[in-house]
């Protein structure tokens, strides 16, 4: 690799483990900071009970809590990483915020903190000399040093990889049906399963679409071997890598999505690699086609002899699922999986239980093939840990008790606290096999458990009783986890609170029906107080003067809000609301700012439930209006000091604000009205005679009990090794490292890839009213309109990034 650029020419700052990177306090301190979310107060007190017993804990080194969501952890700016107030020790962080985090200069090189570390966890956890390795290529770090002015590449490790998380195919078919079908030599793929209207996949979520596209690179990599080679290596080009890069050749950003075209009369050449691109966009259409000629493309006669109509599915249906609002999409995709319409999705692991109560999901296989030649290649789902950059001159002793934090964290027990709580299945096997022992005790005990309630209530067993608890309890038991917010409504483009745009009361309560203990007097009561609501995004389009909701970005990301809408100054001023502190790009965060007006962040499931308890007990005091007062003012201030809309429309902020508290107020009022039904309700024996078990004990006890059903399921499925033909559940496929390949720039690609195309609706709504010549009419000429719209959009990510003197290369030292 030829690296020319200087580092002042790619204008990049230089971070390093140098001494100034440390923290002075932090070299002999003896407290340890760990930020912990709320599923993982028991895996951190675990963690805690076993360093308690070390000799670092015996010399005086002590771990201290904070409180943080797992993201929340990780939103801090460079100079905030020496906060030991609010800022942990240790990042535990996602593939995509291991480079984010390098970046910022945030983490230490591990191997320069203490060069035993790694192979000592390695060594503890049982790994092979195969897993071992790509623990270590995904931990690494492959970036750019500066050397006399010239750039060098350079590789160093960051992070300790801990987990295995993966997408499966989820059916509402048995385990034998399921089989059955997969192996047909008519439905044994994934595009098979759509023209047959069995299935929908959320592709343009691009953690569930990047599997598709690097199935069809691996595809195609194969067939064009020697083109596809790099001649300085000898090694195989990985495309993936190739989707936003540095180009040698060119010396500048580039991108194998951008095609040849003019400009001001100029020939633009395309991206060396674009006609591999393209050939993988046409296996991409494969499964994305048919829906979008569905949802948009038949008219009304058409659609009604399609394989989806035929299956009581409406094209408003198919548009749903087409959205960007991905929260939308999957709900849409289980209403359906649950009512029979389709019989097929991919969900996350961290999805299966939601995937079983919400779409009737009876099994779960790894992912089959695309197409009879293409793979399904997921990203590689882990979490890791990095040490934070304060800790760079910590003393021996000090260096020492992080080893022996970190060993605690990768022991058995610890992964089987976290395991309980949020299904976080082990990378390495052998403790796979360690964990599968352990579980396979506690269920045992628990099945002697649940038999000796089934046996109080009269019944024979669990699934004896699951057709009463259906009819009597389940309904209320779904209340009483009821979430109604939503993120995005872009039905009406000229006003986000349009009532196109809104979420009706009614449209509400018609899902709240009488059923077992729950009368048609309950339902009017609980009715009469469900009102109107909004989603987020409308809301704060709407406090910040917007009239479209499609305005509401920043850094060309519909999640952030650019100093186009929000005011730099106030960006400044207000760094915890920040997203990108670079003055140039600076954005804040959607979550963020809805913390601060509404009092929660959407994405943070403990803050949400504080909320709720709040609001609750508001209602019961009679001050609900007093706090929906407060959240309209805090808003209107937000408005006048932040949005750079000089005029603030006060009536129309304050409405925007109560509409979406109304999300909050609507959930926070039907769950507190479920869990007093089930509160004061005994549940009733098999004769129709009170037992003398509360209904709030029985779903307590059958929650438990299902929960370990489900994580038992994400542990075989992750685990397996048997494919279909050989009776099992299939093997997990998965790219070898980080899905950014160590690129900074990546997070255009989610954007690009989503918002902007397979989940833009007004786009793919457009692409159907084009006649003559550019109609799409044809699989391979909406492929044609895909590969254009991506490369106008990546070849403006390419020239931004080229115009800012950025990079896609990590600057270390």
């Known amino acids: 690799m030829k690296l020319a650029a200087s580092a002042a020419a790619i204008g990049m700052p230089l971070f390093g483990f140098a001494a100034s990177c440390g923290n002075k306090a932090s070299e002999t301190n003896k407290e340890i900071v760990i930020a912990v979310d709320g599923v993982q107060k028991d895996f951190y007190n675990e963690v805690k009970a076993i360093f308690d017993k070390s000799e670092s804990a015996a010399k005086g080194f002590k771990i201290r809590f904070i409180e943080k969501d797992v993201f929340g952890a990780l939103d801090f700016d460079v ?24 970046q910022k200069g945030s983490v230490v090189p591990l191997d ?38 010239m750039i060098t590449p350079i590789t160093k490790l960051y992070a300790i990889r801990h987990n295995t998380e993966g997408i499966v195919l989820a059916s509402n078919k048995t385990e034998s049906e399921t089989r059955v079908e997969l192996t047909n030599a008519n439905t044994d793929t994934l595009a098979e399963l759509v023209k047959e209207g069995k299935a929908i996949f959320r592709i343009q979520d691009f953690w569930y679409g990047n599997g598709v596209l690097a199935g069809a690179f691996k595809q195609i990599q194969e067939k064009y071997a020697s083109e596809l080679t790099d001649e300085s290596t000898n090694t195989p080009v990985d495309l993936m890598k190739k989707i936003l890069y540095n180009s040698d050749e060119l010396a500048k950003a580039s991108s194998g999505f951008i095609q040849a ?64 609002d991905m929260g939308s999409v999957q709900n849409k995709i289980f209403e359906l999986m649950k009512n029979n319409k389709i019989n097929y999705a991919i969900v996350g692991t961290w999805d299966i239980q939601n995937a079983q109560q919400s779409g009737n999901a009876q099994s779960f ?47 058995v027990d610890a992964y089987k606290k976290y395991f309980k709580k949020d299904s976080k299945v082990p990378f390495v096997r052998n403790i796979q096999a360690e964990l599968k022992k352990s579980i ?41 986890n009821i979430s109604l917010s939503d993120w995005s409504t872009e039905n009406d483009h000229n006003d986000p609170l349009a009532e196109s745009n809104l979420k009706k009361a009614s449209s509400i309560t018609e899902t709240i029906t009488a059923s077992g203990i729950i009368t048609q007097d309950n339902v009017n009561e609980i009715s009469a107080k469900i009102k109107d609501q909004v989603a ?65 962040n959407g994405d943070n499931s403990d803050e949400k439930d504080a909320l709720y308890d709040k609001i609750a007990q508001a209602n019961l005091n009679g001050t609900l209006n007093n706090l929906i007062d407060e959240v ?41 009205w479920s869990k007093s039904l089930i509160e004061n309700n005994m549940a009733l024996k098999k004769d129709q005679t009170p037992s003398n078990i509360k209904v709030s004990q029985v779903i307590e006890k059958i929650a438990k009990y299902d929960k370990s059903l489900s994580v038992n399921v994400v542990l075989n499925v992750l685990t397996s090794t048997k494919s279909l033909q050989d009776n099992g559940i299939g093997i997990l496929e998965s790219q070898s490292g980080r899905i950014d390949g160590s690129n900074p720039q990546y997070g255009v690609v989610w954007g690009n890839w989503n918002d902007q195309t397979f989940g833009n609706k007004v786009w793919l709504e457009s ?47």
């Open 261 to 324: 075209s003019t400009a001001e009369g100029a020939e633009i050449p395309a991206d060396k690699y674009n006609k591999y691109f393209k050939e993988a966009l046409g296996i991409v259409s494969k499964i994305y086609y048919p829906l979008w000629e569905a949802a948009y493309k038949l008219n009304e006669a058409q659609f009604a002899e399609s394989v989806w109509a035929k299956k009581g599915i409406s094209q408003g249906d198919l548009k749903a699922v087409l959205s960007n």
């Open 767 to 813: 692409l159907a009213g084009l006649s003559g010549d550019k109609e799409i009419n044809s699989i391979d000429k909406f492929t044609d309109a895909v590969a254009s719209k991506l490369s106008d959009l990546f070849s403006q990510s390419a020239n931004a990034i080229n115009e800012s003197n950025s990079s896609t290369n990590v600057v270390i030292n």
């Open 112 to 149: 320069e903190f203490d060069s035993e570390l790694f192979t000592e966890v390695a060594k503890q956890l049982g790994a092979t000399t195969q897993e071992v390795e790509q623990m270590r290529s995904f931990g690494q770090i492959d970036g750019i040093k500066k050397v006399k002015n």
């Open 536 to 600: 987020l995004r409308n809301a704060e389009a709407a406090i910040l003067g917007l009239s479209d909701v499609d305005r509401l970005t920043g850094d060309g990301q519909s999640w952030q809000l650019g100093k186009e809408i929000v005011k730099l100054e106030y960006m400044k001023s207000h760094p915890e609301l920040v997203q990108n502190s670079n003055e140039d790009t600076m954005t804040l965060h959607v979550r963020k700012v809805e913390k601060a007006i509404f009092g929660a």
């Open 440 to 480: 396979l005790r506690d269920n045992a005990e628990l099945d002697n458990e649940i038999q000796s309630l089934m046996t109080e209530l009269g019944y024979t067993n669990i699934d004896e009783y699951r057709v009463a608890f259906e009819k009597e309890l389940k309904t209320a038991q779904q209340y009483s």
């Open 365 to 411: 296989f790894n992912v089959i093939n695309v197409t009879e030649e293409s793979s399904y290649l997921q990203a590689a789902g882990s979490w890791s840990y990095l040490i934070n950059i304060r800790n760079a001159n910590a003393s021996k002793d000090r260096r020492q008790a992080f080893k022996e934090l970190i060993k605690a964290i990768f022991t």
């Open 632 to 672: 309209k003012n805090t808003a209107l201030e937000f408005a006048k000091q932040a949005s750079t809309n000089s005029n603030v429309d006060e009536e129309k902020v304050k409405k925007a604000a109560e509409l979406y508290f109304n999300s909050y107020v609507n959930t926070a009022l039907i769950r507190q």
């Open 79 to 102: 100079a905030g990483a020496t906060d030991t107030k609010v800022v942990s020790d240790i990042f535990y962080a996602p593939q995509d915020r291991v480079t984010t985090l390098v």
